[in-house]
């Protein structure tokens, strides 16, 4: 357990001690990241940039926020100046977005940024970085993040059942301060924290082959190295973009925003989206996302995360993709 | 993911729809089992026989319902006449008890009886049957139990991480008539089944490694037959409480009300609680509970679930402590 928090430690680039492995998916991480510091009648103020946000909104009205969101169309980003505007009209707990966005394969640039910007303002800042946590750089206490969670199966490539989180002393300290309880008994990491803790205090059975599983996978992170990651991650996703280009695709974002780890490309006006989809998975084992929400049936999502960030995958998506479409 | 649905069903021994495994441990399924039935200033009533009958209280709590709890020295069962008379003074939403109280040892009989009685005064049964499902009889149908919950872990031997919940027509109809959203987004039943009905809509990416171990170790009680499995449990039960006898050790739980799959000793006034336990595990690799809340440092508690239910670990438990405790 301890070598778990270490190596999670590793992968957020943090120091913080409340870093561990929430016992529930993705979701589970992005719940326990806004239950625990949301009182009821808090407000906040959410990023939306695609699907995740919007679950984060829902999630955070759940708990009693009153929630303000400042959304763009899915493939963009948040511009900094319009969120500092809201930040300066309203006193906010915390401000939460989402670093890589999976629906949309956008990556949000200027995290220090808006760090800065909800610190000024007496908010913290809440991090998704499920699709970017040990593809792409997460530097949590470089920073500043206050919290950032993620998931075990994306870039981690563990088997998918846990959330990592990690939460600096200043989102710490309010974990004590509350007038209230975390709404969540399952997701209160005050007392989630004692089992990973000296004491190891009982509160709920871990799902210990997961965090075996997560050892493992962060073990390999470590031997690895960040830097050697985030390169294979970047340099694949870029021999990717290249060869969508050469296919004549289109790619849904704009280079500069363009998350390394998942990226997504327009269907063509000559395909079906469910079609090639299908085909990709039954003649080629490739299983593309689908688009989502407003880009249904517009986008298919190429995820590269992990262990299956590899130049051999890339080339066979393409090679797979030529094959079909050519096929019509 | 039928398949599971399907054995879920058998082992709870219902015809319930939504009877899923919720991706959390059983703690979850517990919060799963609340939430989603209560709405904020909700009158609750809640049996109190040991540490999870509190746990479901503070839970309960946390989703703003008004609690009532009666409660019974740990290693005692309720009282059916004490419960109905709390029932008529107050209209509650829900009556929340545990069937097998791992805590005390203790299983509570008259489950039927508590069924009857919520129902003639409109409230739902919940039933914790984290320690029971598996090896000990829950007739969800039958016994007309609302909703039931358990764990993967125990007495049905699946990795942890999951928690089986089946919810009966009476309790599903509440979840659509919620005037309130559920207070938790990632245990909100009616989002999570459409994951489990035709479409598979996406709520949150399934512990997948986890529903697979499920669905064998559901395979296995299939194959073994239910009857034959709770025979196994009592049998072996009943071969341990007997030697624990002879070796002039007392049970904390009168025999009638004795569970099979958690066998509570008192430690004897010449041994130390921590001695014994440490010994067991170190020399003969037994790991037995300690006493929790009020029972601390008082018993033992001994597991023969699921997989564990073997006649040669009976012997080799009671062995071990006729060893030690001649040692001293």
Do not use: C
């Amino acid at each position: 357990m301890d070598e778990v928090q270490e190596m999670l430690r590793y992968a957020f680039q943090t120091k913080n001690r409340l870093t561990i492995p929430v016992s529930g998916t993705g979701s589970a991480g992005m719940e326990a990241a806004l239950a625990n510091f949301i009182e009821p009648g808090d407000h906040v103020l959410i990023g939306v940039i695609g699907y995740f946000g919007e679950r984060m909104v829902d999630m955070a009205g759940r708990y009693g926020a009153i929630v303000d969101r400042i959304a763009v169309p899915w493939g963009q980003v948040l511009d900094l100046a319009e969120v500092e505007q809201a930040l300066s009209k309203q006193s906010y707990k915390m401000l939460a977005i989402v670093h890589g966005e999976t629906s949309s394969g956008a990556l949000q640039p200027n995290i220090p940024d808006f760090a800065k910007a909800a610190h000024k303002h007496g908010a913290l800042l809440v991090l998704d970085t499920v699709a970017t946590l040990g593809g792409v750089p997460v530097e949590t206490d470089t920073w500043d993040v206050d919290v950032a969670f993620s998931g075990s199966q994306k870039a981690l490539s563990a088997s998918p059942g846990l959330a990592p989180i990690t939460v600096g002393a200043r989102a710490e300290e309010m974990l004590t301060k509350r007038k209230t309880q975390v709404g969540s008994w399952y997701l209160s990491l005050r007392e989630v924290q004692k089992y990973w803790g000296k004491e190891r205090t009982y509160h709920h059975t871990a799902p210990i082959q997961l965090n075996y599983a997560l050892h493992e996978a962060l073990r390999l992170v470590v031997e690895e190295g960040l830097e050697a990651r985030f390169y294979r991650h970047q340099e694949n996703a870029e021999q990717l973009w290249k060869g969508l280009e050469e296919l004549d695709m289109e790619l849904l974002v704009k280079r500069e925003h363009r998350l390394a780890t998942v990226s997504s490309v327009k269907v063509p006006p000559s395909a079906s989206h469910d079609k090639v989809k299908n085909h990709l998975l039954e003649d080629f084992g490739i299983e593309v996302g689908a688009g989502l929400g407003p880009l249904k049936g517009q986008i298919w999502r190429i995820g590269l995360m992990g262990h299956s960030s590899q130049r051999k995958y890339v080339s066979l998506v393409l090679a797979a993709l030529r094959e079909i479409l050519a096929a019509g």
